[in-house]
């Protein structure tokens, strides 16, 4: 009985140990080597990338960009560093913030083109604001300073609430229930309304939850392989929320899982960028993808399967601040970067400045990077009619408009009149509603503005209690009665001489003074022992040494 063909394939034809014949590399092999195939025409190059690192070229290396810079406007009221931008959900409501402690809130929806905002705000004083952000459903917003609490606002600028500052005298990072140092960073979590994470320089990420201020549910320590902590100087969330990936001062770059355990992360990378630079963000990009941003001048795409070596470098670009950011496009198919001008290029553009003012046209140097998201290559350059550098920049979705807030202080808004919809399109057609002239007539004062007669009327006895606790007459204390020996320079007092002065009673006050001193004339006359001999050869006034005086002097 013949097997089939199907089975005989499985049976063994010999038994035994065999020997495997080594195979040669073709550039090793003894043989002669076979003729190569002639070269195919290589492709016309294309354009430089900026960086060395290695890269891949996006299938759509010719596309342009859709940026919306056709028309700009100018938002005024900062005076030092623009170092963070926040918009809503709706665009609406935009939130900045400066290196001054300042953060103002826009409505573009009652702005008019004068382009004000319509609430300013103090976080904290004298700290530097370093991060803004919106929650999803954009009913909060958050701020981060450099005091270790963050606060949080409602959408119209309220002040909800201030999470817990940690005790600095614990060691353990892990057993405070908040930042012991200043805050770099902040993100929401994209799963709810509730929850957020910070980082600071006290080498900790943690999650917290808005209902509760008092203390974190999660901490996440900074590990690093110097000695020490290390300064945690950005954070996000991945778009399902699992992962969150943070920066650090001595170049790291890790990712965490959002629900723990956090012994050790998922991802980490020693030297990510150049040790002792801020590495001033870390964003996701689709579900594999991770961009970092370094104050090495260097902007890095990363692969999370395999983060040993970055997938491309972006170099020659400088930040304006160790709060630079990036903003995705709403296509997520290409990035900004605000950028720094470098001397030379600021030298070049002061020339170029002063030839333009002769000719009386505007000029600008600062400048966003528009790069590729697949593979950092540079497509187009923004540049902005202002100097100074680009700090921090947001590119909304819904409005498809540019907001670009520079070193100088000064708010960029970006827009297409054909593109762009609502938000500062439409504060720009209104017109300014006019003011009312000033009275020539003099300052008017009412009198209830004048410290001489205003009366302060508090509504609280609580109040009234507390402003009188303030006034050190009223609030002085009654010297209490001394018993017993007196001591410190008062007289004592005891129960004998209130039930004395009870029984005697001093009449003198009652008396008349004119009939007290008669009765004793008839007394002195007969015996005129004290008062006469005082004056028995001299009279009582001599009169003679004013002989010489006038009648009307001498009766005086």
């Given at each position: 009985?013949?097997?089939?063909?199907?089975?005989?394939?499985?049976?063994?034809?010999?038994?035994?140990?065999?020997?495997?014949?080594?195979?040669?590399?073709?550039?090793?092999?003894?043989?002669?080597?076979?003729?190569?195939?002639?070269?195919?025409?290589?492709?016309?190059?294309?354009?430089?990338?900026?960086?060395?690192?290695?890269?891949?070229?996006?299938?759509?290396?010719?596309?342009?960009?859709?940026?919306?810079?056709?028309?700009?406007?100018?938002?005024?009221?900062?005076?030092?560093?623009?170092?963070?931008?926040?918009?809503?959900?709706?665009?609406?409501?935009?939130?900045?913030?400066?290196?001054?402690?300042?953060?103002?809130?826009?409505?573009?929806?009652?702005?008019?083109?004068?382009?004000?905002?319509?609430?300013?705000?103090?976080?904290?004083?004298?700290?530097?604001?370093?991060?803004?952000?919106?929650?999803?459903?954009?009913?909060?917003?958050?701020?981060?300073?450099?005091?270790?609490?963050?606060?949080?606002?409602?959408?119209?600028?309220?002040?909800?609430?201030?999470?817990?500052?940690?005790?600095?005298?614990?060691?353990?990072?892990?057993?405070?229930?908040?930042?012991?140092?200043?805050?770099?960073?902040?993100?929401?979590?994209?799963?709810?309304?509730?929850?957020?994470?910070?980082?600071?320089?006290?080498?900790?990420?943690?999650?917290?939850?808005?209902?509760?201020?008092?203390?974190?549910?999660?901490?996440?320590?900074?590990?690093?392989?110097?000695?020490?902590?290390?300064?945690?100087?950005?954070?996000?969330?991945?778009?399902?929320?699992?992962?969150?990936?943070?920066?650090?001062?001595?170049?790291?770059?890790?990712?965490?899982?959002?629900?723990?355990?956090?012994?050790?992360?998922?991802?980490?990378?020693?030297?990510?960028?150049?040790?002792?630079?801020?590495?001033?963000?870390?964003?996701?990009?689709?579900?594999?993808?991770?961009?970092?941003?370094?104050?090495?001048?260097?902007?890095?795409?990363?692969d999370l399967r395999k983060m040993a070596q970055p997938l491309a470098?972006?170099?020659?670009?400088?930040?304006?601040?160790?709060?630079?950011?990036?903003?995705?496009?709403?296509?997520?198919?290409?990035?900004?970067?605000?950028?720094?001008?470098?001397?030379?290029?600021?030298?070049?553009?002061?020339?170029?400045?002063?030839?333009?003012?002769?000719?009386?046209?505007?000029?600008?140097?600062?400048?966003?990077?528009?790069?590729?998201?697949?593979?950092?290559?540079?497509?187009?350059?923004?540049?902005?009619?202002?100097?100074?550098?680009?700090?921090?920049?947001?590119?909304?979705?819904?409005?498809?408009?540019?907001?670009?807030?520079?070193?100088?202080?000064?708010?960029?808004?970006?827009?297409?009149?054909?593109?762009?919809?609502?938000?500062?399109?439409?504060?720009?057609?209104?017109?300014?509603?006019?003011?009312?002239?000033?009275?020539?007539?003099?300052?008017?004062?009412?009198?209830?503005?004048?410290?001489?007669?205003?009366?302060?009327?508090?509504?609280?006895?609580?109040?009234r209690r507390e402003k009188a606790r303030q006034d050190p007459v009223r609030s002085h204390k009654p010297?209490?009665?001394?018993?017993?020996?007196?001591?410190?320079?008062?007289?004592?007092?005891?129960?004998?001489?209130?039930?004395?002065?009870?029984?005697?009673?001093?009449?003198?006050?009652?008396?008349?003074?004119?009939?007290?001193?008669?009765?004793?004339?008839?007394?002195?006359?007969?015996?005129?022992?004290?008062?006469?001999?005082?004056?028995?050869?001299?009279?009582?006034?001599?009169?003679?040494?004013?002989?010489?005086?006038?009648?009307?002097?001498?009766?005086?």
């Open positions: 009985m013949g097997l089939s063909d199907s089975l005989s394939k499985f049976i063994p034809k010999d038994f035994g140990k065999k020997k495997r014949a080594a195979k040669t590399p073709a550039a090793c092999s003894p043989s002669k080597p076979e003729p190569e195939p002639e070269p195919e025409p290589e492709p016309e190059p294309e354009p430089a990338q900026a960086g060395g690192g290695r890269s891949r070229q996006p299938a759509s290396s010719g596309t342009p960009v859709d940026a919306p810079t056709g028309q700009h406007a100018l938002l005024a009221g900062h005076k030092k560093a623009v170092s963070a931008i926040a918009w809503d959900a709706s665009g609406d409501q935009m939130a900045t913030g400066e290196h001054g402690s300042h953060m103002h809130l826009w409505d573009f929806t009652s702005m008019d083109r004068t382009f004000q905002s319509w609430r300013t705000l103090v976080p904290a004083e004298g700290q530097q604001i370093r991060a803004l952000k919106y929650s999803p459903a954009s009913t909060h917003l958050l701020c981060a300073t450099g005091d270790p609490q963050a606060k949080l606002y409602s959408h119209d600028g309220r002040l909800v609430g201030e999470f817990k500052r940690g005790d600095m005298y614990v060691t353990d990072m892990r057993k405070t229930r908040g930042h012991v140092a200043g805050l770099a960073a902040l993100c929401w979590d994209p799963r709810g309304n509730s929850k957020f994470a910070t980082c600071g320089m006290d080498s900790t990420v943690r999650i917290w939850d808005c209902r509760r201020t008092s203390e974190q549910e999660q901490v996440v320590v900074a590990k690093t392989r110097r000695r020490g902590k290390v300064a945690v100087t950005a954070c996000s969330y991945n778009a399902d929320g699992s992962a969150i990936a943070s920066a650090q001062h001595d170049g790291g770059l890790s990712v965490w899982p959002s629900s723990g355990p956090f012994l050790r992360p998922l991802q980490h990378v020693e030297d990510a960028h150049e040790p002792s630079t801020e590495t001033s963000a870390a964003e996701f990009i689709g579900p594999s993808m991770l961009v970092s941003r370094g104050g090495d001048s260097t902007v890095k795409l990363w470098v972006a170099s020659r670009l400088p930040a304006a601040g160790p709060e630079a950011n990036l903003a995705l496009d709403p296509s997520g198919r290409w990035l900004l970067v605000g950028v720094e001008q470098q001397q030379q290029q600021q030298q070049q553009q002061q020339q170029q400045q002063q030839q333009q003012q002769q000719q009386q046209q505007p000029s600008g140097s600062a400048s966003i990077a528009v790069l590729s998201a697949s593979n950092l290559s540079e497509h187009q350059r923004i540049g902005l009619p202002l100097a100074g550098g680009v700090l921090s920049v947001a590119w909304h979705p819904e409005l498809n408009q540019i907001a670009a807030g520079l070193s100088t202080g000064a708010v960029v808004m970006l827009y297409d009149s054909d593109k762009s919809r609502r938000g500062v399109k439409l504060a720009a057609s209104k017109r300014a509603r006019p003011q009312a002239a000033a009275s020539s007539s003099g300052p008017i004062i009412t009198p209830n503005a004048l410290p001489l007669f205003r009366q302060d009327q508090q509504t609280s006895s609580k109040r010297q209490v009665p001394l018993y017993g020996h007196g001591r410190g320079g008062a007289i004592g007092a005891n129960e004998t001489q209130h039930i004395m002065k009870s029984l005697i009673k001093d009449t003198i006050r009652d008396e008349d003074p004119r009939e007290a001193l008669l009765k004793y004339a008839a007394k002195a006359e007969a015996e005129p022992t004290f008062v006469a001999p005082s004056y028995k050869d001299a009279p009582v006034f001599d009169d003679s040494g004013m002989a010489d005086e006038p009648e009307m002097k001498r009766r005086k």
